[in-house]
């Protein structure tokens, strides 16, 4: 879905980066390499950024496709 506020072991605030972390590793860095650079040290923040994943496009398509069969009913 979307990227968390904060870190959900620390609380440390941490959606503002997110959008410079993907463009950086989707220009071919390293992710470990953008973390260090963001200044993202602990495990627990860094897990946020690893292992979330982008599907909030799929469900407002999914969800466009629901809306139109009701009104077709």
């Known amino acids: 879905m979307l990227f968390p506020i904060r870190c959900f ?3 440390k605030p941490l959606a503002h ?3 410079k972390y993907k463009n ?3 220009s071919g860095r390293q992710p470990g390499d953008v973390l ?3 200044g993202i040290r602990r495990y627990c923040c860094r897990r946020m950024f690893l292992t979330h994943v982008e599907y909030i496009d799929e469900l407002i398509t999914y969800e466009i496709q629901s809306r139109q069969k009701v009104i077709r009913r």
Do not use: Q, Y
Request: proline share 0%; hydrophobic share 35%.
């Open 36 to 38: 260090n650079d963001l």
């Open 17 to 19: 980066l997110w959008e």
């Open 9 to 11: 072991s620390c609380g």
């Open 24 to 26: 950086e590793v989707e």
